[in-house]
């Protein structure tokens, strides 16, 4: 809801309109955004009733975003994106649509797929999270597409709570941040300290994040002796004031639409140290200025990289400043500037 909130900050007037009812929402809604809840989530099964539920949204959709009278409609990922452009044929409301993930790792499946690819010449614009999340859509005229990052959210500078967890001080901690689902590689990270612990004692390794994969790296861990020097922390309310205790921080994801914990990571002053995945983390990290990138699923390099910072404080001092200085281009204001530009180029097309 950043973006929400900097919108409104700006003089927008934003209506949100969700699938999901409110019961769904993660996030607070800001005060002063009109909020459209249809309440039409929900799984399908078979083929017609997929069909028909469907159309049922199309339909809410097409009325409720009518009823906000829209200069321009921004829609969110791959279905929604299509299910809005559908709802909005013969409207001439334009429609941005965005990709927040790398469409080849992360397929919307069929029709879906046929669909979006019939459909998003019809949007106004296509705006992608990252530069490799756009080079997807390169039978996407160039005039069609953008690129603009997530910004940084404020809060990752904000002081902890009182009963945020806590590292020990008299240990020091790698840290990652992310889902525990197969896409974020954890299992790669975890075999990658096992390689390097013993030479390194002193060091500890902690994950934040829940998912599905808890079990198989708890097995991992288990496995290779690591139960006292791994920890999987869990869903943390305030993961920015865990972040600031580490003393190094590595993302090991095999796929990444663009990597907002590691502009965070490096926002909280910590070297970082990232696979070089298709998209994201080399649009972040310049290797060897502001952090570290290995090749991707390459478990050994990353062993490599991860054993020299340990071993070298001044090194991961100055990777450290140079990512505080580095990460500025995304802050907030210049992302919300971006998304100005955005809104402008249409104004010119139009």
């Avoid at 900097?6 to 929402?25: A, C, P, Q």
């Avoid at 790296?217 to 922390?233: D, P, Y």
């Avoid at 205790?245 to 796929?255: E, N, R, Y």
Wanted: with cysteine.
């Amino acid at each position: 809801m950043v973006m929400a909130q900097e919108f409104m900050k700006r003089g927008h007037t934003l209506s949100l309109v969700t699938l999901y009812g409110e019961g769904s929402d993660f996030y607070p809604v800001p005060s002063g955004m009109r909020r459209v809840s249809l309440g039409l989530e929900g799984s399908s099964s078979g083929f017609y009733q997929p069909v028909r539920n469907n159309l049922r949204r199309i339909y809410a959709l097409r009325r409720a975003i009518r009823d906000t009278h829209p200069h321009v409609t921004i829609s969110f990922i791959d279905r929604m994106n299509v299910l809005v452009l559908l709802s909005l044929l013969g409207t001439r409301i334009p429609v941005i649509v965005t990709e927040r993930a790398d469409p080849d790792i992360t397929p919307c499946g069929q029709p879906w797929g046929f669909l979006r690819r019939c459909l998003y010449p019809l949007a106004a614009l296509l705006v992608s999270i990252s530069h490799g999340v756009d080079r997807k859509f390169s039978w996407l005229a160039a005039s069609k597409r953008a690129v603009v990052h997530n910004p940084l959210w404020p809060k990752t500078t904000e002081e902890g709570a009182k009963d945020s967890p806590m590292l020990s001080p008299s240990r020091k901690h790698v840290v990652a941040l992310g889902r525990l689902s197969s896409e974020k590689g954890f299992h790669l990270l975890i075999r990658a300290f096992a390689a390097i612990a013993d030479e390194n004692p002193e060091w500890d390794l902690t994950i934040i994040g829940e998912g599905p994969q808890r079990q198989e790296l708890t097995s991992l861990i288990a496995s290779a002796g690591l139960n006292k020097r791994v920890t999987l922390q869990g869903q943390v309310q305030n993961p920015f004031a865990l972040l600031r205790q580490a003393h190094l921080f590595v993302m090991s994801s095999l796929s990444e639409g663009f990597g907002n914990a590691l502009i965070e990571a490096m926002a909280c002053g910590i070297a970082a140290i990232s696979f070089d995945c298709p998209s994201g983390p080399g649009e972040i990290l310049r290797h060897n200025l502001d952090g570290i990138l290995v090749p991707p699923q390459d478990s050994a390099a990353l062993a490599a990289a991860m054993d020299r910072l340990m071993n070298n404080p001044n090194e991961r001092h100055r990777l450290s400043t140079e990512a505080l200085k580095s990460v500025e281009r995304f802050r907030v204001d210049r992302i919300m500037d971006q998304w100005d530009a955005v809104f402008q180029r249409l104004l010119l097309v139009k």
